[in-house]
């Protein structure tokens, strides 16, 4: 019966055969000339300026959809939280400025920055197509299909183009980059996924494409999602045209500064470096992996921003200008710590395990150092505020800006079951629903409980809470022995 | 590495770094460790040097980077 059946579908598939080497990944179409004031750039929203004295920027992990959920539910506490800036009261998520996601978390972030509110619609397409749904049955089904065994067949059209048919069929439909640009509204999407050839992130903006003169706006989004969530070896690498050359690129001033760094300031200049190597003519085609090989908190791009004058979105320039006097970063991490069992055998771990073990650590630690990088930022930047205030007359002072880090992992549960509970959760495209609410729900509990989210929309800065971590003592409360 | 850099220019001006507005003259402002080029916003034009083109390193929040900018049409 199964040789009947395999007979079958091989009969099935053979008149297929021949559109084999007609299956392409769909074309990035080229840019023929580079403008400023047009594509999906921060400063071409029309909100762009507008609001920007509380800066809030939030970072999604990758993590599936366990991190998907935890987002979702951190979103949805944003919506039901206010502050209050000069007497006038404000919704912390018509507040977010930048969302910068990576693999999981960018369906969430893809989704509330094409249709808002619609993403927490119990009946909508987010929470029906995606959330409480088994995307992986749905996947495998796009990848057993005969008719796509003969796509598969070409060597330009690979798995990671079934997925992007899928999630387009499940929630993005054919919405694209400029549709983002016409909404032109904030909150300014980060979708990171790893350019594979460097090793390095690469992140669906039009500023990443000018030098490879492409237009992200006919780039779909389904498509930024499948390649920030392009999960190595399950589904193959993700490829984009470029065009380097031809469209009178020109580029940014701080290149050719960045590039005389090297001593200096390492960092930029293989910044610099890299923005150059895309203008390589050889380079034809940008091969692209899951965000999370590059940057699996999605900080990363942020962290450059606050920290330097060369991104295009600077905040530190906007703090420099007096722009931004309170500046919230809100990282979301979905991260799990499983405790392997091997430790209790003489028996030495099997090669699944270690291959595991290889993909995964150096990724988990990378993450670790990134969020104490932006806390090391943030206290560096305050004790420089406080240093300036104490020896320069206050109007010629650094300005002074409000810094608010506030981190939402597991780790933070105080409950010892609940903690490990969450820590070990899976990282795949399918949850049981009481799962997804539940992490919906810790998202919001674990954003509420931060210190940090307290004294912002309580109106107190406590910069202990927020810079270091280490809440002040309430007042009256008695010093500890 | 963060450094700390004060344009100096007798009225308020956006100072430019590498190409694009990124502080205020007469006040401290935060940038990179490394090369930039500094100028004042080019609408009025009327200052000198055209620009500083240098390293900025070592420099601290109470010990900025001072760079001075005059009127081109001063004391003529």
Redesign the interface.
Known sequence: MRHVTLAWMLAATLPLMPLAGCASFPETRPLERVDAATGYRYANLADAGQDEDLFVILTFSGGGTRAAALAHGVLERLRDAWVEIDGERRNLLDEVDVISSVSGGSFTAAYYGLHGDALFDPEGRFHRNFLYRDVEARLKRGLFNPYNWARLASKTFGRIDIADEVYQDLLFDDADFGDLTARGRKPFLLINATDMAKGSRFTFVQSQFDPMCADLDRVTLSRAVAASSNFPVAFTPLALNSYPGRCDYRE???VA??L??LE??PR?YYRARSLRDYQAPERRYVHLLDGGVADNIGLRYPLTAI????VPW?V??K????QIDKLVVIVVDAKTQQVPDFDTSPRAPGLTQVVSNIATTPMANYSFDTVELLRQTLR??A???Q??R???PP?????RVELYRIYVGFDQLQDEAQRERFLSLPTTFRLPAGEVDDLRRIGGVLLERSPCFQSLVGGRYDEPACVQGVPSPSPGAAPSS | MDQYLKVVFPTRRHVWIDGAPAGWTNKVCQVETGHHVVTLSPTHPNFQPEQFDLLVTGTRPDAPLILEFTRKDAGT
């Open positions: 940014p001033a701080w500064a960045g005389r760094d200096a300031n930029r920290r330097s004058t060369d600077s530190l320039r703090i420099n200008l007096e560096t930047r004790d420089a505020q240093v300036s104490e020896t320069t109007d010629e002072a650094l300005h």
